[in-house]
């Protein structure tokens, strides 16, 4: 493993997941609900993810405002331009795959 630092490890860390949201904001073609068939997280989760980590620092967020860091504009906006609906297939596996609560 390399040898790094703990604020070498968080900046590569920043700049990984920066690098991730750019790509999935370049990807709208990709539907959420395919990643979550997929991969079990979608971009719904990140902003989750991103909001949880901002509350716990004393920051306080809401759904609305880290969706919009993670989709760069409001999720309705996002949502209204690029999100189609799930077929029955998509629904399906959807069901099968969801992440426990």
Not at 47 to 57: G, L, Q
Request: proline share 3%; aromatic share 8%; with cysteine.
């Amino acid at each position: 493993m390399v040898d790094i630092n703990e604020e070498q490890r968080t900046a590569f860390e920043a700049a990984a997941f920066r690098r991730l949201v750019a790509h999935l904001r370049e990807r709208s073609d990709v539907q959420n609900i395919d990643m979550m068939n997929l991969a079990g997280f979608c971009r719904n989760c990140l902003s989750n993810w991103y909001r949880e980590a901002a509350n716990e620092a004393g920051v306080a967020m809401d759904k609305e405002q880290s969706r919009e860091i993670i989709y760069g504009m409001p999720y309705d906006a996002w949502r209204d331009l690029h999100q189609k609906e799930a077929s029955p297939e998509q629904k399906a596996a959807f069901e099968t795959n969801r992440p426990k609560e």
